[in-house]
């Protein structure tokens, strides 16, 4: 019995085994789609508790094969979920729907969500890359604490790169880890490069975002009000989504300075390598490749390894 028949199998006991395996392995892009459908499926339609709780806790594992409408369906039947909180966060959008104007240090702003569910403490990136953070949220006068898809309402941004939003711009939160995904599969191996250093870049991140981050449903971490100038901290799920598209990357690479590229953003985002990731790390012959892939790979592979 394949994975995605046995997530829809009658036996409740069968649902929930099969999606504790989805986070044993890496998957390849195609499975990875056919598992998220899946299990969005089962989520929706699960009566029993611990075959729910396995289902929602094993979507990380297959994020970058969610599509937005698998997210936003399981969204509405599944709106307490601490785990579908925070994968609508990292998915949100928003768009600016009327001039914005200041209000102290911060910025007021009429916005509409068109995409996932942005939560207040999320960090957001403007149309010219700088990075604001949406400090509050109010829904027809009151205080909310997320944005559904496809309403309306009016948010307090903080630091400066807010101040020239025009109307119909559009916020996102930080679409890196996406981006770099999408990177790595891609035939050309100068954009596989740059999109593990893209990578990298994220988990030096780490850090720099500050104290005050929210760590709840946003995910994001990072601290508010601090002018949206530092890019925000990858977050342990996006870390291992990374992880998981790098690692595939690697072992399946045939360009010496991709590779190498793959094998540096793996030892920066350390912290959130998994046993899944090292399994695959360990088809690499590391007697094969040059120099300092060949160091970075004995570093990953090295017994004891803390992140």
Do not use: K, N
């Not at 979507?59 to 609508?88: C, K, M, N, Y």
């Not at 939560?119 to 149309?127: A, K, S, V």
């Not at 916020?171 to 593990?196: H, K």
Request: with cysteine.
């Amino acid at each position: 019995m394949g994975l995605t028949e046995q997530l829809g199998h009658p036996d409740p006991r069968q649902r929930e085994a099969a999606a504790r395996r989805v986070a044993l392995r890496v998957w390849e892009p195609e499975a990875e789609e056919a598992i998220g459908a899946a299990l969005v499926r089962a989520a929706g339609a699960e009566t029993e508790p611990g075959a729910l709780a396995a289902q929602l806790d094993a979507l990380p594992a297959v994020e970058a094969g969610l599509t937005d409408g698998d997210l936003h369906r399981l969204g509405l039947v599944r709106s307490d979920s601490p785990v579908l909180a925070r994968l609508l966060a990292r998915a949100g959008r928003l768009q600016i729907s009327a001039p914005v104007r200041p209000s102290g240090a911060a910025t007021l702003a009429v916005v509409r969500c068109l995409r996932g569910a942005p939560r207040t403490g999320l960090w957001l990136r403007t149309p010219d890359g700088a990075w604001t953070v949406l400090e509050r949220i109010e829904l027809y006068g009151r205080a909310a604490d997320r944005l559904d898809s496809g309403c309306t309402g009016r948010v307090l941004l903080s630091g400066p790169g807010a101040r020239g939003l025009g109307e119909w711009e559009r916020l996102d939160a930080d679409p890196r880890p996406r981006e770099c995904v999408r990177g790595l599969r891609a035939p050309d191996p100068r954009v596989r490069a740059l999109a593990a250093a893209g990578a990298a870049d994220a988990a030096g991140a780490a850090g720099t975002g500050g104290t005050g981050g929210t760590g709840g449903a946003g995910g994001t971490g990072g601290a508010t009000g601090t002018g949206g100038a530092a890019a925000p901290v990858v977050d342990p799920e996006a870390g291992r989504m990374l992880c998981a598209a790098l690692a595939r990357a690697a072992v399946a690479e045939t360009d010496p300075a991709a590779l190498e590229s793959e094998l540096a953003a793996l030892l920066g985002l350390a912290p959130f390598l998994g046993p899944p990731h090292l399994a695959l790390l360990h088809a690499l012959d590391a007697a094969t490749l040059p120099a300092r892939p060949r160091t970075y790979l004995d570093a990953l592979l090295r017994p004891g390894r803390t992140g």
